[in-house]
């Protein structure tokens, strides 16, 4: 009975480490325990630690295990729950934890340090075409991100602390952009009173959009544990790379973009609908999602996205496109990762990020920092809203599609399986 708990647990574990939301961990873990005879079992998540009791007649085990480096592993999920679906016999002990052997050799990065380097460059630079930034800004943003990205890929290597490799990583942006962006200035390449609010583009590659939505996802179905504990994971990732921009701007003069009216000229919603595609690909990819994920995530993305802009050019509230985006991402998100049998994890929450209002949450921590109290309440309610309304849309287009989810149905464990000879 031990052995059986331990490899049940760790199924849950391997999912946790990989990201995805309270929900999809206790299922996976119920059909891993089902599968290998367990009555019962109760779990309680948080983004660093599973406890769990497991029945099996009148015998009952209760194991807690934690690990302290949470990331984001689109592929390992996908892997761990197609393994999790097909256990419909019986099993052993021996062979399920065989199986996750192969998936923890088996699904490593996909993709090269160089490429990751590039995503994330790409991606920031998106976020600057949709802030309308001019293209030399864009290009400077690309360079100084790609190299903030470098920088966290190689302390992350060296197994340094989450926080400190993205701390390292914002001022080493924030610098080479100010750097580049001072050079060019003072070549009269650049209008010098428009190029101190781009570095706030820079560092959105840092911006923890997976854990951030799997949160509220987890907190609408009242699952404490799991959602507040992911939201605070989140919510710290934010204050540290916050502070440390904030920290470089003050001595550099560096300064958050102003806001811009929404755009309603069509040539600009196609370079839009391009920009969004981009920058959604390039998180992907620093999701480690496959090339299906990717796709998929940019192609819903960028539709619902250049949705959300169009609705503001209407005059709709920024909150209502914000839900609007959410809902028409989760919707399509749930028919397109049907079809192509993915999580729909992999596929909405990489494409809802683009939507995700750095700028806002960069420039609260930046009021605060100059001692403006008004801009910085008013610019964290701005972001929180933004991100909430967002997440609210996800969860809407959940309760519309997933009938299991909406009623809170697991996985029954009383029925019954097919022998599988012990295998």
């Not at 100084?144 to 990583?169: D, M, P, T």
């Not at 209008?191 to 939505?213: I, K, Q, R, T």
């Not at 992907?284 to 990717?294: E, G, I, K, Q």
């Not at 929450?349 to 403006?372: Q, T």
């Amino acid at each position: 009975m031990g052995v059986a708990a331990d490899t049940v647990l760790r199924v849950g574990l391997l999912l946790m480490g990989a990201g995805t939301g309270g929900y999809r961990i206790i299922r996976a873990m119920k059909r891993a325990g089902r599968a290998l005879g367990f009555d019962r079992l109760d779990a309680v998540i948080s983004v660093t630690t599973i406890t769990c009791t497991f029945h099996q007649g009148q015998r009952f085990r209760t194991v807690v295990a934690t690990q302290d480096s949470p990331g984001v592993d689109a592929s390992r999920i996908e892997a761990i729950e197609t393994l999790t679906h097909r256990l419909d016999r019986k099993v052993d002990a021996a062979w399920l934890g065989a199986r996750l052997d192969e998936i923890e050799r088996g699904v490593v990065k996909r993709w090269s340090f160089p490429l990751l380097v590039l995503a994330a460059g790409c991606a920031c630079a998106s976020f600057a075409v949709l802030n309308r930034f001019a293209w030399a800004d864009v290009a400077v943003v690309a360079v100084a991100a790609a190299l903030g990205q470098a920088v966290r890929g190689a302390l992350v290597g060296r197994h340094v602390r989450q926080l400190g490799a993205i701390a390292a990583a914002v001022v080493a942006a924030c610098l080479v952009y100010w750097a580049v962006m001072g050079a060019l200035s003072w070549l009269k390449l650049v209008d010098p009173a428009s190029a101190a609010s781009g570095f706030v583009a820079s560092v959105l590659f840092v911006v923890p959009g997976f854990p951030l939505f799997s949160a509220l996802i987890d907190l609408s179905r009242f699952d404490i544990a799991a959602g507040l504990s992911r939201l605070a994971y989140a919510v710290t990732i934010i204050a540290v790379s916050a502070f440390a921009v904030a920290m470089v701007s003050a001595p550099t003069g560096m300064h958050p973009p102003a806001h811009q009216p929404p755009a309603s000229d069509w040539r600009w919603f196609a370079v839009a609908t391009v920009a969004s595609a981009v920058g959604i690909a390039g998180f992907a990819l620093l999701f480690n999602s496959s090339r299906r994920m990717v796709l998929l995530a940019a192609g819903l993305g960028a539709v619902a996205n250049v949705a959300r802009l169009g609705l503001l050019a209407a005059g709709v509230s920024a909150y209502g496109a914000a839900f609007c985006g959410g809902l028409a991402i989760g919707l399509m998100g749930a028919a397109a990762a049907k079809v192509a049998r993915l999580p729909r994890i992999t596929v909405t929450v990489p494409a809802a990020v683009i939507m995700v209002p750095g700028p806002a949450m960069f420039a609260s921590v930046y009021a605060l920092n100059a001692g403006d109290m008004q801009q910085a309440v008013t610019a964290a309610a701005t972001a929180s809203m933004t991100v909430l309304a967002i997440g609210t849309g996800l969860v809407a287009a959940r309760m519309l599609t997933d009938r299991d989810w909406v009623l809170g149905r697991y996985i029954d464990l009383d029925k019954p399986l097919r022998d599988q000879g012990g295998r």
